[in-house]
């Protein structure tokens, strides 16, 4: 079945402590995206990459780091996570760069809880 | 920037139409339509590109105008199951960036 799986759904950390959130696809996608959802903000990219080794930044990039190791893979990285990172978190892929002709597929997010 | 929705939320009665609309500042390869439901991921409507051509949804349809930069998707008949909140997403060079998104609420 094609998907994209994030790990974990839920977390809940402490101010200060690196966190990692996984992604992962297995359509061999080339572009993979992270959005954070905030009620009344709608989807805000965070980052975004077009191929294995290749990221740039969204909208939203403060606090935030991520790799692109595999192309399978990518991770996000909180190094110092803060309240107001508090958020509701979705991974995305596409076969083609920036989703110009093809669909975004969603994980199932994770909802992080920084207290 | 963000591409802007409008209305923020609609009530509709099962059976009645909607027109959700998405309005972009800058130029767009294409435009996306999602709808969420409450705890879920976003899921893929419709997607419409340059030159007019559809991909998506058989019984949502959707409209781009390249020239202004704005899109409309129009529920008709409308069932429970549309109820969620619906996002456009404008699709540029290397992003796609998402509108805040429109709260559509059926009752019956």
């Known amino acids: 079945e094609a998907q994209v799986t994030q790990n974990p759904r839920y977390l809940i950390t402490v101010t200060g402590k690196k966190l990692t959130v996984t992604c992962s696809q297995n359509?061999?996608?080339?572009?993979m995206s992270w959005y954070r959802q905030d009620p009344g903000l709608g989807l805000r990219q965070i980052y975004y990459?077009?191929?294995?080794?290749?990221?740039d930044k969204g909208d939203v990039p403060e606090g935030y780091k991520v790799s692109r190791k595999e192309k399978r893979n990518f991770p996000l990285i909180l190094e110092s996570p803060s309240p107001n990172q508090t958020s509701l978190y979705f991974c995305?892929?596409?076969?083609?760069?920036?989703?110009?002709?093809?669909?975004?597929?969603f994980g199932q997010g994770t909802r992080l809880t920084v207290v | 920037q963000q591409p802007v929705q409008s209305p923020q939320a609609v009530i509709l009665r099962e059976g009645e139409d909607a027109v959700i609309n998405c309005s972009s500042s800058?130029?767009?390869?294409?435009v996306h339509w999602y709808r969420q439901k409450h705890g879920e991921a976003p899921v893929f409507l419709m997607i419409?590109?340059?030159?007019?051509e559809q991909k998506g949804h058989e019984k949502i349809s959707a409209s781009f105008n390249e020239k202004k930069q704005q899109s409309s998707l129009y529920l008709t008949a409308s069932q429970l199951s549309y109820s969620g909140t619906y996002f456009c997403?404008?699709?540029?060079?290397?992003?796609?960036?998402f509108g805040k998104g429109t709260k559509l609420s059926v009752i019956p």
């Open positions: 800058k130029a767009l390869y294409s």
């Open positions: 997403g404008g699709a540029g060079s290397y992003q796609l960036t």
């Open positions: 990459s077009m191929n294995v080794e290749v990221t």
């Open positions: 419409l590109l340059k030159g007019g």
């Open positions: 995305a892929s596409s076969l083609d760069r920036g989703a110009r002709v093809t669909e975004a597929f």
């Open positions: 359509m061999n996608h080339e572009y």
